[in-house]
């Protein structure tokens, strides 16, 4: 059993990561029990992606503790996952208040798929740093403008809750907000030639707390007031 110093704050923050994600699995998975029937496969699906995260934290930590760094693709395998799960779950809480076409949800999911993807080829040295870079960027902003501008928005607009445009409001900035340390992350790595001495590690895992964590509790906390509220007309 590899044992870590108290000062190692690289190695701890993959431990509060691994048993956050650990507890918000436990408690979206009982979630799906508090929500009306159409809000469980959101719900159900962000606790997929945390329950992603735990396995990659865990190897993330291992491979930390056995040689002082983290291969970047001990990273991406958990976000090429987990990110477009996350999309999908924000696709299936929009479609509660309204039509959504399927057109729009492949098209998501690729995009989230391509995205990290694409970023992993330039970290990688596969794809040229400044191309990968900027394609991934397209992608994330594509997302970004579906959630903003798209038929999504639209939807949740002109539904009659007031819980589940303000869900979609806080689901929204977390996208764009915590998902920033991610093209941040890779523009450091690919143009600053910043390595990662566990520092960018320790940002990956804090922002994990909101983008994996408060993301599905953010769902599931929507999923029980709207369902409450759909009780009460």
């Known amino acids: 059993m590899a044992v870590y110093q108290t000062t190692d704050l690289t190695a701890a923050s993959y431990s509060v990561a691994l048993f956050g994600l650990a507890a918000t699995t436990v408690l979206?998975?009982?979630?799906?029990?508090?929500?009306?029937?159409?809000?469980?496969?959101?719900?159900?699906?962000?606790?997929?992606?945390?329950?992603?995260?735990?396995?990659?934290?865990?190897?993330?930590r291992s491979a930390w503790l056995a040689g002082g760094g983290v291969p970047i693709v001990y990273h991406y395998v958990g976000w090429a996952v987990s990110m477009p799960i996350q999309v999908m779950a924000l696709y299936f809480m929009a479609i509660t208040a309204g039509k959504l076409g399927a057109g729009l949800f492949w098209r998501l999911i690729v995009v989230a798929v391509l995205m990290v993807f694409v970023r992993y080829l330039g970290e990688a040295q596969f794809m040229h740093p400044t191309l990968a870079f900027l394609i991934g960027l397209v992608f994330w902003l594509y997302i970004l403008g579906e959630l903003y501008f798209g038929r999504m928005d639209d939807v949740v607009?002109?539904?009659?809750?007031?819980?589940?445009?303000?869900?979609?409001?806080?689901?929204?900035?977390?996208?764009?907000?915590?998902?920033?340390?991610?093209?941040?992350?890779?523009?450091?790595?690919?143009?600053?030639?910043?390595?990662?001495?566990?520092?960018?590690?320790?940002?990956?895992?804090v922002t994990d707390i909101l983008n994996r964590m408060a993301f599905g509790v953010a769902i599931l906390a929507t999923g029980v007031l709207v369902s409450e509220e759909t009780k009460n007309v």
């Open 157 to 205: 607009r002109a539904s009659t809750g007031d819980h589940l445009r303000r869900g979609y409001f806080w689901l929204r900035l977390i996208v764009t907000i915590g998902w920033a340390i991610y093209p941040l992350g890779n523009f450091l790595t690919a143009f600053a030639g910043m390595a990662d001495d566990g520092s960018l590690s320790v940002a990956y895992n």
């Open 28 to 60: 979206l998975l009982l979630g799906t029990a508090w929500v009306g029937r159409n809000w469980r496969l959101p719900v159900a699906l962000c606790a997929i992606a945390a329950l992603i995260g735990i396995p990659a934290a865990f190897e993330a």
